[in-house]
């Protein structure tokens, strides 16, 4: 597998992967699981991607409760009490939630954050994913990837049910109408390795 160095942090990777840097405001969305490859794609977005004017939205995606799955619809918005309970950290299952919304505002505090929980519904992630960033006119999708990452490409709506993993990045990367980048974080010091529809296996030197 080639990978291509960039040492130019800002200016080079921002050029090459055709992210924008103009003065508009956008909404950057940022996939948000508890684990290692969501916070090593938000540590990008922060450091890399995310200007003062833009807004944030972590999004959740969790999979519906079957004994409750008559009662929920697709892409329910968590309710008022649930939403209160993530900003004061009461919700010790979603406590990630509340430390990456707190880390967005350490680093960028003049951005707005939100956290968004939904469920899956009758799809699959990677679609929710998808349907919601459309929905919403996102201008950067932003996705943790594991580092055994392989190529995907074209791959129909109705082959997403069984996608895992590496798997929903990808789908997302192809198939998101606006850019989305996946994020491999390489160790504590080792950089990121950055995959666009256009652009694979960009290594951007910490």
Not at 35 to 54: C, I, N
Request: with cysteine.
């Amino acid at each position: 597998m080639q990978i291509h160095v960039l040492a130019d942090r800002c200016t080079t990777i921002n050029h090459q992967m055709e992210i924008q840097v103009t003065g508009a405001k956008r909404l950057v969305i940022v996939v948000a699981d508890p684990g290692r490859e969501s916070a090593g794609a938000l540590q990008w977005a922060l450091s890399h991607a995310v200007l003062e004017q833009d807004e944030i939205i972590l999004l959740h995606v969790e999979p519906v409760n079957a004994k409750r799955a008559g009662t929920l619809s697709f892409l329910r918005r968590p309710s008022q009490v649930a939403g209160s309970q993530m900003e004061s950290g009461g919700c010790g299952e979603y406590e990630f939630l509340d430390a990456m919304k707190v880390e967005c505002e350490k680093k960028q505090p003049k951005v707005r954050v939100q956290i968004e929980r939904v469920e899956m519904g009758e799809k699959d992630k990677a679609f929710t994913i998808l349907t919601l960033a459309n929905a919403l006119g996102a201008g950067l999708l932003v996705i943790g990837q594991r580092r055994n990452s392989g190529t995907f490409i074209g791959r129909k709506l109705s082959e997403t049910m069984s996608m895992k993993g590496n798997d929903i990045a990808d789908y997302l990367i192809e198939n998101s109408k606006c850019l989305c980048v996946g994020v491999q974080k390489k160790g504590q010091n080792g950089g990121y390795v950055l995959n666009t529809k256009t652009h694979k296996n960009f290594w951007l030197l910490a």
